[in-house]
């Protein structure tokens, strides 16, 4: 499935944005959707994600308390409400998709096999 995210951009410390990522002409049926990160220079990282039924969504550590991932199914839609944004949130985020992942992978890159491109978010100090 091709993804398409959007709704990256500067920010100042504190602030707040809201990433979407949608497919066009397609659905999400079944995929459990996540956000990845990767900042110039290091590793692609995980964010957060969501299963299919909404249920229990995961999120990195650093993330926890300040995002919020979220999925409207009718909409084939993913979204990511970014909070208190810091300097070392600044990276590409890129949203991904898979239909057969298992809960011990989420947060694994190479479990997923659809990636969309990425939607820069810069946070100034």
């Known amino acids: 499935v091709q993804l398409q995210a959007s709704g990256g951009g500067l920010v100042q410390a504190g602030g707040s944005l809201r990433l979407s990522c949608a497919a066009p002409?397609?659905?999400?049926?079944?995929?459990?959707l996540a956000w990845f990160r990767q900042a110039t220079g290091k590793e692609r990282e995980f964010v957060a994600a969501?299963?299919?039924?909404?249920?229990?969504?995961f999120y990195a550590d650093s993330v926890k308390g300040r995002f919020t991932i979220s999925r409207d199914n009718a909409k084939s839609t993913l979204y990511l409400q970014m909070n208190s944004l810091q300097p070392e949130d600044t990276a590409e985020y890129y949203c991904?998709?898979?239909?057969?992942?298992?809960?011990?992978?989420?947060?694994?890159?190479?479990?997923?096999?659809?990636w969309g491109q990425g939607t820069q978010v810069t946070v100034s100090s």
């Open positions: 969501i299963k299919w039924a909404n249920s229990n969504p």
């Open positions: 991904t998709a898979s239909r057969t992942i298992i809960t011990s992978t989420v947060r694994v890159p190479s479990s997923y096999a659809s």
């Open positions: 002409g397609r659905t999400f049926s079944g995929y459990t």
